[in-house]
């Protein structure tokens, strides 16, 4: 690999610490439901591509070593920049992608274990509908996606709110199930194991997705003020709440409630101009990303088919 393609591998490694900034504006200026797609979206593509980047140098490294470079046919060296570059670079992505697997592979099996559980505590109790009720002294609602996709709440919550903050705590739940926003969150979970600098922009994710909940609940029940009280009181009574669902469940009360309580009891208002330039930019961002490590894996092909000697330079 020589210097050039060097620094077109890193280039992906380095844009998604500019995206948990960007993310943030993008919340602020971008309608919930188009904020949560664009951020997600452009997380994975960053994850995609940093992965993509780690994997040329593995594999450059790899080429390096004669039993590896046999077994790709290469009858030439393949061109590549100092030894003393190209292999420190290789041993790093090794590791970085083995912790990725292993704690990407922990975060899975805790999933795992949560959703069955959560599915079989939802499984013993009957249900009025996708509700589904848990007796329990701890305060706590979520949507729970399955084969039917059920709203669990438990009797202590329920105890917390009257009637109209009910129906609209049922509101905000139905639509992150029909929004499948379970979706959202399991891929800003992957982007996150994928990359240090993602982790930040999975809270983002969540947040954007309890923003679009929260609309929805308050076009559903009709009043904003309503399903701003109800939210709050559920996040303050739940804030102990010992639950086992999985993280990909989500609730309303998770997420930095008084920013959701406080854009409810505002008056909803988005600057379209502001909106297409964070859009553009998130959009612009991903770009380059995928082009440098497009770029860099097509570069890499092309010098590893001249060291086998298929074409020429």
């Not at 997380?43 to 140098?57: H, M, T």
């Not at 929805?216 to 709440?241: H, N, P, S």
């Not at 379209?272 to 998130?282: D, G, N, Q, S, V």
Request: net charge positive; aromatic share 4%.
């Amino acid at each position: 690999m020589t210097a050039a393609l060097l620094l077109l591998l890193l280039l992906p490694l380095l844009l998604p610490f500019a995206a948990p900034a960007l993310a943030r504006r993008a919340l602020d200026r971008l309608a919930p439901v188009t904020a949560l797609w664009m951020i997600t979206l452009f997380a994975v593509v960053l994850a995609g591509c940093s992965l993509a980047a780690l994997g040329a140098f593995v594999l450059t490294g790899l080429l390096k070593l004669p039993l590896v470079a046999a077994l790709g046919e290469l009858v030439h060296p393949l061109p590549t920049a100092s030894d003393l570059v190209v292999v420190p670079a290789a041993a790093i992505s090794v590791g970085v992608l083995a912790v990725c697997a292993w704690t990407l592979g922990r975060a899975a099996l805790r999933e795992f274990r949560a959703f069955r559980s959560a599915h079989t505590e939802a499984g013993r109790r009957p249900a009025a509908g996708d509700l589904c009720v848990v007796d329990s002294p701890h305060p706590d609602a979520y949507a729970l996606p399955g084969r039917p996709h059920r709203i669990v709440v438990t009797t202590a919550m329920l105890r917390t709110l009257d009637a109209a903050e009910r129906e609209a705590l049922f509101a905000h739940e139905r639509a992150h199930n029909r929004g499948g926003h379970h979706y959202f969150l399991a891929a800003a979970e992957l982007a996150a194991h994928c990359h240090p600098a993602l982790r930040r922009v999975r809270g983002a994710i969540r947040l954007a997705a309890e923003r679009a909940a929260d609309e929805a609940a308050a076009a559903a029940v009709g009043d904003r003020r309503l399903t701003a009280r109800a939210i709050a009181r559920a996040a303050l009574a739940g804030q102990d709440a010992r639950s086992v669902r999985p993280e990909f469940a989500p609730a309303a009360t998770s997420g930095p409630v008084p920013h959701r309580v406080k854009a409810l009891l505002a008056a909803p208002h988005v600057t379209r101009r502001a909106a297409t330039r964070i859009a553009a930019l998130l959009m612009a961002c991903a770009a380059v990303s995928f082009a440098a490590s497009a770029t860099g894996m097509i570069d890499f092909h092309h010098r590893v088919e001249v060291a086998q000697g298929d074409t020429s330079r």
